[in-house]
């Protein structure tokens, strides 16, 4: 079964708008980590924003805020005001504590974002 | 040169050539990784490497060999690779190799687009 899920294959955003990128996770460990990267068509993934499982409070990185329903099993990335460069494959991501395999980072299948100028 | 770095950016081999692949990060960090990209498919995890030595090898075909002679470089060395080898291979480093927290945050490299014919 997918871990990581993410169902938006493309989104398209206009300039200065906010744009939520949907992520779900599918795990029994209660210790967790989430993080969502950027990748640019250049190749190199970019880590922007990370949420631990006992976070009380939603993580923000300036414009980066990770949307954290945790009964829904949701962590969705919110980009405010959209910029030209935020244009890129973004990727969401877990890591267990208590994974099997040392805890590796789990990958979704990613959601292309294109910014509208 | 701060954080990682990878060697080179594009190859292109046949499939008799040896080649190697290397990286190299900035951070102080104690795991290094290797992961492929292909097309269309989630980052695949193929090593990983703690304190210099090898903790995960994901079932990665012998004609892909690691070496990590010390915490801040890790080799990715190729032997009579296939076609369907060819894809991006990112390397990743991290504090830590176990666990969901902050500190194992993974950051990555630029990547290495390689093409075999």
């Known amino acids: 079964a997918q871990k990581i899920t993410q169902t938006q294959p493309g989104m398209f955003v206009q300039e200065k708008e906010a744009v939520t990128l949907d992520c779900t996770y599918d795990?029994?460990?209660?210790?967790?980590?989430l993080f969502w990267y950027k990748q640019p068509s250049s190749g190199e993934m970019i880590f922007l924003i990370y949420?631990?499982?006992?976070?009380?409070q939603n993580a923000t990185e300036g414009r980066y805020s990770l949307n954290f329903q945790k009964a829904r099993k949701s962590a969705n990335l919110v980009i405010s005001a959209s910029q030209l460069g935020d244009s890129a494959m973004y990727f969401c991501?877990?890591?267990?504590?208590?994974?099997?395999?040392?805890?590796?980072?789990?990958f979704g299948k990613g959601t292309k974002l294109s910014v509208k100028p | 040169e701060t954080g990682v770095t990878q060697t080179p950016r594009h190859l292109v081999m046949g499939m008799t050539n040896k080649k190697s692949l290397k990286c190299e990060q900035h951070?102080?960090?104690?795991?290094m990784y290797w992961y492929k990209q292909s097309a269309k498919k989630p980052l695949e995890l193929m090593f990983v490497?703690?304190?210099?030595?090898?903790?995960e090898n994901n079932s990665v075909p012998s004609r892909f060999s690691p070496e990590c002679p010390n915490s801040s470089h890790l080799f990715l060395h190729l032997h009579t690779l296939q076609p369907e080898d060819s894809a991006l291979y990112l390397c990743?480093?991290?504090?830590?190799?176990?666990?969901?927290?902050?500190?194992?945050?993974?950051?990555f490299g630029p990547g290495t687009r390689l093409l075999v014919l």
């Open positions: 949420q631990g499982s006992y976070d009380q």
């Open positions: 951070l102080g960090h104690n795991a």
């Open positions: 795990t029994s460990d209660p210790s967790y980590g």
């Open positions: 991501a877990m890591r267990e504590l208590n994974g099997g395999s040392q805890g590796n980072l789990i």
């Open positions: 490497y703690n304190f210099k030595e090898q903790t």
């Open positions: 990743a480093s991290s504090q830590g190799a176990v666990g969901g927290g902050a500190e194992e945050t993974q950051y």
